[in-house]
């Protein structure tokens, strides 16, 4: 049976405990609730609108002339995106259950920078941390095999986690590894069960990882470049 969906008032005082550069338009903040695969709208305003994890998971993505997914960024818990009008070849959704965002109007968001240098610099600054996020990933698939690719993947995560660096929870399926890596599912899982007899990790359920011996994990992952 699946569990009960929180209500947007309890995800609304998770966002009024985190301290996040658009903290100051928590007031205007709507918050959004999707499922697994369901698309978050384009806001048909001129501006970009703003978004904020508060749980689950986002993927940015495209689809190859052959059909196939390709994942251009991964949106975890305490990150910002931003969808702008007019890239209808983009999509973007919601890849966890139960996944609660904070939209922001890109009006408003827009109108504060301008009065404000101060947060202005902040949003510069959460540009970057995009273009970082999506620096690492170029890394990531860069590996010249597939253990670096997962290696690489689990030491990023580890490193967004809040929590213990030692145990990652994976908000994707083992597929949506695999079109973020560009690899087959079959290759991931492999990985993955190479991993283990290295002793690299143990496998906690389906979804929860465990690093056991981190330095082999980083062998794994020299050649990618992500640690």
């Known amino acids: 049976m699946k569990a009960k969906t929180h209500s947007s008032e309890y995800y609304r005082q998770m966002l009024a405990t985190q301290d996040h550069a658009i903290k100051r338009l928590n007031g205007h903040a709507k918050i959004?609730?999707?499922?697994?695969?369901?698309?978050?709208?384009?806001?048909?305003?001129?501006?970009?609108?703003?978004?904020?994890?508060?749980?689950?998971?986002?993927?940015?993505?495209?689809?190859?002339?052959?059909?196939?997914?390709?994942?251009?960024?991964?949106?975890?818990?305490g990150d910002f995106f931003f969808v702008v009008k007019g890239h209808h070849d983009l999509t973007v959704e919601a890849i966890a259950e139960d996944t609660a965002l904070?939209?922001?109007?890109?009006?408003?968001?827009?109108?504060?920078?301008?009065?404000?240098?101060?947060?202005?610099?902040?949003?510069?600054?959460?540009?970057?941390?995009?273009l970082s996020r999506m620096q690492d990933q170029l890394l990531i698939?860069?590996?010249?095999?597939?253990?670096?690719?997962v290696s690489s993947f689990?030491?990023?995560?580890?490193?967004?986690?809040?929590?213990?660096?030692?145990?990652?929870?994976?908000?994707?399926?083992r597929y949506d590894i695999a079109e973020y890596l560009a690899v087959s599912v079959e290759t991931v899982c492999r990985s993955f069960t190479s991993l283990q007899q290295r002793g690299a990790i143990r496998l906690a359920g389906k979804r929860t990882v465990r690093i056991i011996n981190r330095d082999v994990l980083e062998e794994s992952s020299d050649h990618a470049g992500v640690q």
């Open 32 to 77: 959004m609730l999707f499922a697994r695969s369901q698309e978050i709208p384009i806001n048909s305003e001129q501006a970009a609108h703003g978004y904020y994890v508060i749980s689950g998971a986002v993927r940015r993505s495209a689809i190859r002339s052959d059909g196939r997914r390709q994942i251009l960024d991964l949106m975890l818990p």
């Open 102 to 130: 904070a939209s922001y109007p890109g009006q408003l968001v827009e109108q504060l920078a301008q009065r404000d240098a101060h947060f202005a610099r902040e949003l510069r600054d959460l540009a970057f941390q995009t």
């Open 141 to 149: 698939i860069g590996g010249i095999t597939a253990i670096e690719k």
């Open 154 to 173: 689990l030491l990023a995560l580890a490193s967004r986690s809040a929590g213990a660096k030692s145990q990652v929870v994976l908000p994707l399926t």
